[in-house]
């Protein structure tokens, strides 16, 4: 998580890939509600970041 926020808070766009990713999040209110869960520290990053559910929100 905390390479995440350093990468967005350099304010050099991120990475097509994280481009996409965060694109595919914005569009669907239960990813957005999910990602707001690892931000408060409720559900692990390692849950979120999962390869099933990265491919779940990209299919969204």
């Known amino acids: 998580m905390f390479e995440f ?3 967005l808070a350099s ?3 991120p990475p097509p890939e ?7 999040v ?4 239960t990813a957005m509600d999910a990602f707001a869960r ?7 990053p390692t ?3 999962s390869t099933k559910n990265v491919e779940r929100i990209l299919v969204t």
Do not use: I, K, N, Y
């Open 38 to 44: 690892v931000a408060a520290g409720l559900t692990s």
């Open 5 to 7: 926020t350093a990468q």
């Open 26 to 29: 914005s569009r669907s209110r």
């Open 11 to 13: 304010l050099d766009p």
């Open 47 to 49: 849950e979120f970041f």
């Open 18 to 24: 994280m481009q996409q990713w965060l694109g595919a």
